[in-house]
């Protein structure tokens, strides 16, 4: 298992997040404690190969063990997290074969919403796709390149937005926490996500202009060469 540059420091910035949204002790707590931390994988702050004390997770977020077990299991059955005997619950570092399922999912699910969404014409819906593709290039503005990655998550949910099914977008915060812990192993920020920014924008233009069959088409060259682009540097660094 790959680990963290800095795992506790990592763990520290999330339990802080975490800390700040008192979770109720409701029939409905352990889902929403899995949210949290799905939440805190997908923004980046959680990152492969950290481990998950319990306590302190329980402490930040105000829950019983009970609680946390439960929503650890919900995570470990979405793959985000793997339990390993006798040493605690990880964040799961993804490898080949992950990203290989990932992106055959993508390629079905966000080329088809942005081609037949019932938003797909929607104008607030659009708008947040456009809202990412700018916070995007404020982030490179800045040279916050963190910052550029979480744009692009922003940017990939808004697409499968425009399906207008809640439970695509469910589904997509699952994609999306298992592709930024790939994302982790690629190296610096920049590298990776610097040249998406103009293709982000072009999606963008190609939808808010209503050429929705180009867009699809546009976003399905994007991922197969985005997968391209992982597999051969994961497979790099295996040798």
């Known amino acids: 298992m790959t680990v963290a540059a800095d795992p506790d420091q990592a763990a520290r910035a999330a339990l802080e997040a975490l800390s700040t949204a008192r979770v109720a ?16 994988v997908v923004e980046g702050r959680l990152l ?12 930040a977020m105000r829950v019983s063990r009970n609680t946390l077990r439960e929503a650890f299991s919900q995570l470990v059955a979405e793959r985000i997290l793997v339990r390993e005997a ?7 570092t993804p490898g080949v074969a992950d990203v290989h399922d990932v992106y055959r999912s ?20 659009v708008s947040r796709v456009r809202d990412a593709v700018e916070e995007g290039r404020a982030a490179a503005g800045r040279e916050d390149w963190a910052g550029v990655a979480d744009a692009n998550q922003h940017f990939h949910r808004a697409l499968v937005g425009l399906a207008g099914s809640t439970r695509l977008d469910q589904q997509m915060d699952l ?6 812990l790939t994302f982790h192993r690629m190296g610096t920020h920049r590298d990776f996500h610097e040249p998406y920014l ?16 180009e867009a699809a088409r546009e976003v399905a060259d994007y991922l197969a060469d985005a997968e391209t682009r992982i597999i051969a540097s994961l497979s790099g660094a295996r040798t």
């Open 25 to 40: 002790q409701t029939s409905s707590t352990a889902e929403r404690v899995a949210d949290a931390l799905r939440e805190q």
């Open 48 to 59: 492969p190969g950290v481990r998950l004390g319990e306590q302190s997770f329980c402490d």
């Open 86 to 92: 006798h040493r605690g619950v990880f964040v799961t």
């Open 106 to 125: 993508r390629r079905i699910v966000e080329p088809a919403a942005v081609r037949h969404g019932e938003n797909a014409r929607d104008e607030a819906a």
């Open 175 to 180: 994609l999306l926490a298992e592709m930024r």
């Open 198 to 213: 103009e293709r982000n924008d072009a999606v963008a233009t190609l939808v808010e202009r209503g050429e929705l069959e």
